[in-house]
């Protein structure tokens, strides 16, 4: 919609979106721990993200070189993409960390509460911005 294109509402929308494809795939690596030759995947979105913002740097007249630019509708494109980590040491996994995969049972609790934290952080900004929309509507301050 329209009126939520100037709004942080449709990135924050991608970030539940992320978060949820990241929990799926997390419980996935997790469910799979025993399954011999299986290959932990995980969830590129922050990077693509970066890549994306900083790829128009120069147009957005942003006062410091960390800030996210006004113009946020260059992030519409970007899109979450499962990969799988095939050397098992690009994050310091060990290759066999389970014994019969590369699944590491400790890095995968933990990134799945990392997970649960910004999934959860991204939720309560959405629902403030549309608290906000509401008492514009009725014309509260």
Do not use: C, W
Not at 14 to 20: E, F, H, I
Not at 46 to 54: D, I, P
Request: positive net charge; without cysteine; proline residues 3%.
């Amino acid at each position: 919609m329209k009126i939520f294109k100037n709004t942080n509402i449709p990135l924050l929308s991608k970030a539940l979106d992320t978060y949820s494809l990241r929990q799926r795939v997390t419980s996935s690596n997790i469910a799979n721990i025993n399954t011999i030759g299986y290959q932990a995947k995980q969830v590129k979105f922050e990077e693509e993200l970066r890549t994306a913002v900083q790829g128009d740097k120069g147009n957005t007249g942003t006062t410091h070189q960390r800030h996210i630019p006004i113009n946020a509708g260059m992030t519409t494109g970007v899109q979450p993409r499962i990969v799988e980590n095939r050397d098992g040491n690009s994050e310091g996994n060990d290759p066999l960390a389970s014994g019969v995969n590369n699944v590491d049972i400790d890095r995968e609790m933990a990134d799945m509460a990392e997970n649960q934290i910004r999934y959860r952080f991204a939720a309560r900004m959405i629902s403030g911005a549309f608290k906000g929309l509401q008492k514009s509507i009725r014309g509260q301050s």
